[in-house]
């Protein structure tokens, strides 16, 4: 119930979670935001597939950001091995992950006060913020012209397709991540009455929404103007020694050679 300093409660959630794994007896704390197996894990599978699936054949990858896993391991994998393939990160409108100044939002799923230690700024070609009514607008279009049931996040990525779809032109390949679908927001995103007393707006137009989406420019292209890392966390809300060691043995498996990487593994 206590809102940290970004009017959310990320940090207090963090804390308190933390906090529980050194007084339970046999706990292990997954720990997403600081644990880099989260983005290993996108690095090893996400990635892979998204490329399989494409034959290594795709202009864009567009991807929401929260804890940095996803976009953070699927841009490196991205990066390493396709360089001339964009990767464009989607956050909300008062989030702070692609920096600027935090107040809450109402966009479920996506953001954070600072810059996740599983996302490198330096490989993300343009970060984009969505506002919470054109989240909304995007992802019930999607349910009500195209049949795909998707959350608001995925919503606020759709719009971002959109738009670049609209100015890269045809026969280009985007890829657009959907982390979940819409099931979970039936009391939300498709009541019309909450709708309303949020003060957004109902309208599914098509016509309305490509403009919307025209519209759409990047918070940021600059790698240096994106980064809002705060090392401090670590030790401000007791990171477990879990992760410092896992931590420890990802970026030391990062660094060695793929042949020698391969002899560890076997």
């Keep these: 119930t206590e809102k940290d300093d970004c009017g959310s409660y990320h940090k207090t959630r963090i ?104 996302l490198d700024m330096n490989i993300i070609d343009a970060a984009y913020k969505v506002s919470d009514e054109h989240a909304y607008m995007m992802a019930r279009a999607m349910a009500k012209h195209e049949g795909v049931l998707m959350g608001p996040s995925s919503g606020a990525c759709m719009l971002i397709a959109a738009h670049y779809a609209k100015k890269l032109g045809k026969n280009r390949r985007i890829v657009c991540m959907v982390a979940d679908g819409g099931d979970r927001y039936i009391q939300t995103l498709f009541s019309d009455e909450w709708l309303k007393e949020q003060n957004m707006d109902l309208s599914t137009d098509v016509e309305l929404l490509k403009k919307i989406a025209s519209e759409q420019s990047p918070y940021a292209t600059d790698s240096d103007k994106m980064k809002n890392y705060h090392p401090e966390l670590v030790s401000g809300l007791s990171i477990p020694i879990t992760t410092k060691t896992i931590n420890e043995e990802i970026r030391a498996m990062q660094s060695i050679p793929s042949e020698q990487k391969l002899a560890a593994l076997l």
């Design 15 to 118: 804390s308190l979670a933390n906090k529980l794994s050194t007084e339970i007896e046999n706990s292990f704390r997954p720990d997403q935001c600081f644990n880099l197996l989260n983005s290993e894990a996108h690095y090893q599978s996400t990635a892979r597939e998204i490329v399989q699936d494409c034959d290594g054949k795709l202009d864009m990858v567009i991807a929401p950001v929260s804890t940095g896993g996803q976009l953070g391991g699927i841009s490196r994998y991205i990066k390493k091995f396709f360089p001339e393939t964009l990767v464009v990160g989607v956050d909300a409108q008062g989030s702070a992950v692609f920096g600027g100044e935090a107040h809450s939002y109402k966009i479920p799923g996506i953001g954070l006060g600072w810059t996740p230690v599983n």
